[in-house]
């Protein structure tokens, strides 16, 4: 992880407009009220991705929604999987609005580094650093609260309420696995799934 991870104001902006173009052209009703919600009720457009690992900066989480629908697009247009293009858009850019209003700025002690203490011996380092935390004031979990957040405002498909629902992967060791069944009827729950590995751990953590 780079923390030194920045985005310009000039990007935020830019990444605002294309989720704001790429939600409305789906025609889905209600996505106007849904947007209108995003922008006064939410932080998604300033939002980091995570707390310390992937894009954990300011306009991170737009960032990372707009990163998996190009990984998602990619597999549609190489013909691995066929989907519609407002399925595309909804779920890639929406699977993480769990996040909005999620992550608060603290100051906590954590390490760097070591040091040498007044009896010559190596000990940790601690100091006071700004960081991002989570305060969740809503935790019925992560696919669920997004899809809540979406169907407060617009109807998803049952296609795309599984890639939100499933997309951080199996989440029950026992049968009937949700997330194995739900792929075997949808193929956008593994490419969805997918797409977000591969933008957190390979496109962003690179970039």
Not at 11 to 39: A, C, F, H, Q, V
Not at 119 to 147: L, M, Q, T
Request: net charge negative; glycine share 6%.
């Amino acid at each position: 992880m780079d923390e030194n991870q920045t985005i310009s104001a000039d990007e935020m902006l830019e990444n605002k407009d294309k989720i704001k173009t790429l939600l409305l052209s789906t025609g889905r009703p209600g996505m106007e009220r849904l947007l209108d919600w995003i922008e006064n009720k939410t932080d998604l457009y300033t939002a980091p991705a995570s707390t310390k690992y992937h894009l954990a900066c300011e306009g991170g989480l737009a960032k990372h929604s707009l990163n998996v629908y190009a990984l998602l697009r990619g597999k549609v247009e190489s013909g691995l999987l066929t989907l519609k293009e407002d399925t595309m858009i909804i779920t890639a850019l929406l699977h993480d609005l769990c996040k909005v209003n999620f992550y608060v700025r603290e100051t906590k002690n954590v390490k760097d580094g070591t040091k040498i203490n007044a009896y010559g011996k190596e000990v940790a380092n601690w100091i006071e650093k700004e960081v991002w935390s989570v305060r969740d004031a809503f935790p019925v979990g992560h696919g669920e609260k997004s899809c809540y957040y979406i169907q407060s405002h617009i109807r998803l498909t049952d296609e795309e309420y599984a890639m939100i629902r499933l997309h951080m992967g199996s989440d029950r060791n026992g049968y009937p696995d949700p997330f194995s069944e739900s792929a075997a009827i949808y193929p956008g729950v593994v490419a969805m799934h997918t797409s977000d590995l591969e933008s957190a751990y390979i496109v962003e953590i690179r970039g």
